[in-house]
């Protein structure tokens, strides 16, 4: 999630989100209306943010209505949004496999539709393809998601944003290797 007011990586501190409250917005939209939130001009009304992220206003009323259950938000009578979502991880010890799996499956073909609809001056696409040993495997997750918050933090130095963006680092095997009882690993 998102990590709005994130002064740096060090002095964050990342509340971790329950199972049942990362189920219910593990939609890509919910996680970008927060954002949507902090940028120039956003008018806080469904059919602007519909026009704004590519869904409908009923995905749109559903997620307010999901963010606002869960404390994230709050439509105040005169009809501003506030954020009160803060700093979150859905990283939990627990299983949340399947809620993350659709999250990113959801994020992954987003950036399948930014390379051919969006100009390359707007994205950056890039990948690379190393063999390594997988006893460093936990290190380097650990590197990945220090590089996400810096970079989030990076962004949010700016008091003013015009745009959301998202950031999908993918870490997986291409090789399907069996390691028997006596391989060297």
Same mark, same amino acid.
């Given at each position: 999630?998102?990590?709005?007011?994130?002064?740096?990586? &060090? $002095?964050? &501190? +990342?509340? $971790?989100?329950?199972?049942?409250? +990362?189920? =219910?917005?593990?939609?890509?939209?919910?996680?970008?209306?927060?954002?949507?939130?902090?940028?120039?001009?956003?008018?806080?009304? %469904?059919?602007?943010?519909?026009?704004?992220?590519?869904?409908? *206003?009923?995905?749109?009323?559903?997620?307010?209505?999901?963010?606002?259950?869960?404390?994230?938000? *709050?439509?105040?009578?005169?009809?501003?949004?506030?954020?009160? %979502?803060?700093?979150?991880?859905?990283?939990?010890?627990?299983? *949340?496999?399947?809620?993350?799996?659709?999250? $990113?499956? &959801?994020?992954?073909?987003?950036?399948?539709?930014?390379?051919?609809?969006?100009?390359?001056?707007?994205?950056?696409?890039? %990948?690379?393809?190393?063999?390594?040993?997988?006893?460093?495997?936990?290190?380097? =997750?650990?590197?990945?998601?220090?590089?996400?918050?810096?970079?989030?933090?990076?962004?949010? &130095?700016?008091?003013?944003?015009? $745009?959301?963006?998202?950031?999908? *680092?993918?870490?997986?095997?291409?090789?399907?290797?069996?390691?028997?009882?006596?391989?060297?690993?």
């Amino acid at each position: 999630l998102a990590s709005p007011s994130l002064k740096s990586t &060090q $002095q964050a &501190q +990342f509340r $971790q989100m329950s199972l049942d409250s +990362f189920r =219910v917005i593990s939609d890509w939209y919910h996680f970008a209306i927060l954002e949507l939130m902090l940028v120039e001009d956003f008018e806080p009304n %469904a059919k602007w943010v519909a026009k704004a992220l590519g869904i409908t *206003v009923s995905e749109v009323n559903i997620a307010i209505g999901n963010l606002s259950r869960l404390g994230l938000i *709050v439509v105040t009578e005169d009809g501003k949004w506030l954020d009160r %979502a803060g700093n979150n991880s859905n990283v939990v010890e627990y299983d *949340v496999e399947t809620a993350k799996r659709k999250l $990113q499956k &959801q994020i992954l073909e987003k950036a399948i539709e930014a390379l051919e609809e969006v100009d390359i001056k707007e994205r950056d696409n890039s %990948a690379v393809t190393f063999a390594i040993h997988t006893s460093r495997l936990p290190e380097a =997750v650990e590197k990945i998601t220090r590089f996400r918050r810096e970079l989030a933090a990076f962004f949010e &130095q700016d008091s003013k944003r015009d $745009q959301v963006y998202h950031l999908a *680092v993918a870490l997986y095997p291409v090789t399907k290797i069996k390691r028997g009882k006596g391989s060297k690993r």
